[in-house]
């Protein structure tokens, strides 16, 4: 059980087109998804928590205009990365959690490799 | 910002030897996890350990956490060639509306 998935696994995108990445969790409710960003060879980095049916808390530094979050339901977040350039290039992960586990519990998906052009 | 720094960053071991990861962090925690992370793949959890516990196992692991040096250790005896990955120590400084946050990660290769 908890299992969460990404789609696309990867995707090549242009320099100024905007690339819509989605989050799901299978076989459970999940009330917060996060979002990561990893670089080659580095830790991931939290980019922004959210809940179903409110905005996004994100964290310091990432901008929420470019990184548009959507939590449309319990089993659904998506991350739209607009107007990208190449240095949004990188790999994003989501992680999902049950209940009230919060951060103890994260089920993460497969991640999902961006490379602009 | 990054809470938890791994080290060695890299190890090279041959299959049968045991492996040791060390975590150092800086704050306070409520609790210490390590994952696991194949190349180009999501995390997988491998282990949790609470801030008044000092070892806790599962199959291969060992985890030791050591509040008063902000230190964790995660150990894989018998290792196998399946076991290389990168590995991550994260912390969860409060409760469960905490955030986990990652170390630098350590890259392990299990030669067979």
């Known amino acids: 059980g908890a299992v969460v998935s990404q789609h696309p696994s990867w995707v090549i995108c242009k320099s100024g087109t905007s690339v819509k990445i989605e989050c799901r969790s299978l076989d459970f409710q999940a009330t917060t998804m996060f979002w990561y960003r990893q670089f080659p060879k580095q830790s991931l980095m939290l980019m922004a928590t959210s809940n179903e049916g409110s905005k996004a808390t994100y964290e310091q530094g990432v901008e929420k205009d470019k990184f548009l979050i959507n939590h449309a339901s319990l089993t659904l977040s998506t991350l739209t990365v607009t107007s990208a350039h190449p240095e949004d290039s990188s790999f994003y992960i989501c992680?999902?959690?049950?209940?009230?586990?919060?951060?103890?519990?994260?089920?993460f998906g497969p991640g999902t490799r961006l490379t602009v052009t | 910002s990054q809470q938890g720094e791994e080290d060695p960053q890299a190890l090279s071991i041959q299959e049968g030897e045991n492996a040791t990861m060390n975590c150092s962090y800086k704050?306070?925690?409520?609790?210490l996890q390590w994952y696991r992370q194949n190349s180009g793949r999501g995390l997988v959890h491998l282990i949790l350990i609470r801030s008044n516990e000092r070892e806790k196992h599962s199959g291969r692991l060992r985890v030791t956490l050591d509040t008063s040096k902000k230190s964790s250790s995660l150990l894989i005896t018998a290792s196998r060639a399946a076991d290389t990955a990168s590995y991550f120590c994260a912390t969860v400084r409060g409760g469960a509306n905490s955030k986990l946050t990652f170390g630098k990660g350590i890259t392990l290769s299990v030669r067979p």
């Open positions: 704050t306070s925690i409520n609790n």
């Open positions: 992680s999902a959690t049950l209940g009230d586990r919060g951060a103890w519990e994260q089920y």
